[in-house]
């Protein structure tokens, strides 16, 4: 019964963390999009926590005495603010594949280590060969790129800090406990709240030499579904899955942005790009094999003729 039970957690964690990484990878395309039409990065951080904070309002009103936690304020330090600084300057600075490299490719490294010193979390040895696997991939298009493009090293540092501001969030989710539309919520209106003045007083914008359409495009993604809907799904694969291997799935990221953004953004495919996306599926894949336990109870059952 246990083991039904925890497969079917298993499966519904693999679902969620399946359209977290559609969205992610929309995320990159769309950002990469935004700044090649002029959205700077204070733009990029105002549209997204600013319309995510108008939709969530209603709720956050219902979830006020929650949300005055020490634990929400950090989370949104970290996750919200931290993450969209950085992010969003990287990708001012640097193309679309470093994003897709980077981001996912760092990320299941940096949750892995967090994981374990935040959060206590220990994970089997073919978690930890599938990251390895996955890092050798991204390491190659890495030098690759930087070899090749030395200009980019001030949005790839933006991508690197991001990611360890990403790593330090999730870890801190499966340590806290706290709930999806909890985690969800406290990020958008900390975020909100700390950024939003600071952007409408002081800073620059640009939005009135962006296109209409685009800036619709930008709200609705980033928004909704980049900050809501991918957040709740996030959030529910960490608590099914754990930090460690919902980071080991976020390395598929790359392969499906990285190839999106050769025909999107004229970026060239290259045989390391190719070689790069293969390893970092086969990572992926090795590090999420069923549990040696599941593994032992097929062959239990077999034994007995179930």
């Not at 490299?101 to 280590?113: D, E, Q, R, S």
């Not at 990020?187 to 002081?202: F, I, N, Q, S």
């Not at 290259?270 to 790069?276: C, F, I, K, R």
Request: glycine content about 10%; charged content about 10%; aromatic content about 10%.
């Amino acid at each position: 019964m246990n083991a039904g039970v925890e497969r079917q957690s298993t499966v519904n964690g693999i679902a969620y963390a399946l359209a977290a990484i559609a969205i992610w990878t929309g995320f990159i395309l769309i950002s990469r999009a935004g700044t090649l039409a002029a959205l700077a990065m204070p733009d990029m951080l105002a549209l997204r926590f600013g319309s995510a904070f108008l939709m969530l309002l209603p709720l956050a009103w219902r979830l006020r005495r929650k949300l005055a936690d020490v634990r929400v304020l950090v989370l949104g330090l970290v996750g919200g603010l931290g993450y969209g600084l950085f992010v969003y300057s990287g990708f001012e600075r640097a193309p679309a594949t470093h994003a897709a490299l980077l981001l996912p490719g760092l990320m299941p490294i940096m949750i892995a280590v967090s994981a374990v010193l935040l959060a206590g979390e220990r994970k089997p040895a073919r978690a930890w060969l599938g990251i390895a696997i996955s890092s050798v991939g991204i390491m190659v298009l890495l030098f690759d790129t930087l070899l090749g493009s030395s200009d980019y090293w001030r949005g790839d540092i933006c991508f690197v800090i991001a990611c360890l501001c990403w790593a330090i969030y999730t870890a801190l989710l499966r340590s806290w406990s706290i709930d999806a539309w909890h985690a969800t919520v406290g990020v958008v209106v900390v975020t909100a709240l700390l950024y939003l003045p600071v952007y409408v007083l002081w800073m620059p914008s640009s939005l009135d030499q962006v296109a209409v359409e685009m800036l619709v495009t930008q709200v609705l993604y980033q928004g909704l579904l980049a900050t809501i809907v991918q957040m709740i799904c996030y959030v529910r694969a960490v608590q099914s899955l754990g930090a460690t291997r919902m980071g080991g799935l976020m390395a598929l990221v790359p392969v499906f942005a990285g190839g999106l953004a050769v025909p999107l953004f004229g970026e060239p495919l290259t045989v390391v790009l190719m070689s790069s996306m293969v390893l970092v599926f086969l990572g992926a894949l090795i590090g999420n094999l069923p549990t040696d336990s599941f593994s032992r109870q097929r062959q239990l059952r077999g034994s007995c003729g179930a």
